[in-house]
């Protein structure tokens, strides 16, 4: 198999992502118009972590988005499913087998995760949650592992908001995308499997209530790029 389907069995998303790997940060940069770097600064002024705070950056992949938040000063661990991902990212950062310039590479999966209850001060997951096979479940993790008071910040493609521009973009995912990755020499099939994930996934609104369904408060989102992506942002009860 050389994607995973919409069911999103772990294994298969996890296979897919370790075939990516390489070229993953790369395709992304590209696919996006380099956008995805003003994303990442987008998420990590969400967080609003600083020196002495612990963020967790779930779906972290090769720790790209990891590394806004050690920019900022806080403490960071980046946690992915796929080994591909982590090796990737260890080897860029120039570090040994579990740590890379400092930033903690952890294998862990975001439905049952292997951190002690309220150990963070911030959890983030950046174009990663719709990949996970079981959202509610991920956010109730999500709520587990961090502090009362403490903050989830989620970035996820999402709905366009500027209508004449909607078909365009959807053209753009079903023809374009796996083309990119073709061309840069990733796994085209694995970016089919991305597209149609990211047109299946709930709209700004919805996405909104399952966090809150999951136990989050105050939960409210911006869109960014005319809603190809949504930051939500949400607090655990203090």
């Given at each position: 198999?050389?994607?995973?389907?919409?069911?999103?069995?772990?294994?298969?998303?996890a296979?897919m992502?370790d075939?990516?790997?390489?070229?993953?940060?790369l395709?992304?940069?590209?696919?996006s118009l380099?956008?995805?770097?003003?994303?990442?600064?987008?998420v990590?002024?969400a967080?609003?972590?600083?020196?002495?705070?612990?963020?967790?950056?779930?779906?972290?992949?090769?720790?790209?988005?990891?590394?806004?938040?050690?920019?900022?000063?806080?403490?960071a661990?980046?946690?992915?499913?796929?080994?591909?991902?982590?090796?990737?990212?260890?080897?860029?950062?120039?570090?040994?087998?579990l740590t890379?310039?400092?930033?903690?590479?952890?294998a862990?999966?975001?439905?049952?995760?292997?951190?002690?209850?309220d150990?963070?001060?911030?959890?983030?997951?950046?174009?990663?949650?719709?990949?996970?096979?079981?959202?509610?479940?991920?956010?109730?993790?999500?709520?587990?592992?961090t502090?009362?008071?403490?903050?989830?910040?989620?970035?996820e493609?999402?709905?366009?908001t500027?209508?004449?521009?909607?078909?365009?973009?959807?053209?753009?995912?079903?023809?374009a995308?796996?083309?990119?990755?073709?061309?840069?020499?990733?796994?085209?099939?694995?970016?089919?499997?991305l597209?149609?994930?990211?047109?299946?996934?709930?709209d700004?609104?919805?996405?909104?209530?399952?966090?809150?369904?999951?136990?989050?408060?105050?939960?409210?989102w911006?869109?960014?790029?005319?809603?190809?992506?949504?930051?939500?942002?949400?607090?655990?009860?203090a």
């Amino acid at each position: 198999m050389t994607r995973a389907q919409l069911d999103k069995q772990p294994d298969e998303v996890a296979a897919m992502f370790d075939r990516t790997a390489r070229r993953y940060d790369l395709v992304n940069d590209v696919a996006s118009l380099w956008q995805v770097r003003l994303w990442r600064k987008a998420v990590a002024t969400a967080g609003d972590a600083g020196p002495g705070e612990v963020v967790l950056d779930l779906g972290a992949g090769t720790g790209t988005s990891t590394d806004s938040f050690t920019a900022l000063g806080a403490r960071a661990i980046a946690s992915d499913f796929s080994l591909g991902m982590l090796r990737t990212g260890v080897q860029r950062h120039g570090g040994n087998s579990l740590t890379g310039a400092g930033i903690p590479f952890v294998a862990g999966d975001a439905m049952r995760l292997p951190f002690a209850d309220d150990a963070f001060d911030a959890v983030t997951i950046s174009v990663a949650l719709r990949n996970v096979q079981d959202t509610g479940l991920a956010l109730r993790e999500m709520l587990r592992v961090t502090r009362p008071g403490g903050r989830l910040v989620i970035l996820e493609f999402s709905h366009v908001t500027f209508a004449p521009f909607d078909l365009v973009y959807r053209e753009y995912l079903i023809k374009a995308l796996p083309k990119v990755a073709k061309v840069f020499g990733s796994n085209d099939d694995s970016y089919d499997y991305l597209a149609e994930s990211i047109r299946d996934w709930p709209d700004q609104p919805t996405l909104a209530r399952t966090i809150l369904d999951a136990g989050w408060e105050r939960v409210a989102w911006r869109n960014l790029s005319l809603g190809i992506v949504a930051v939500h942002r949400g607090f655990k009860p203090a």
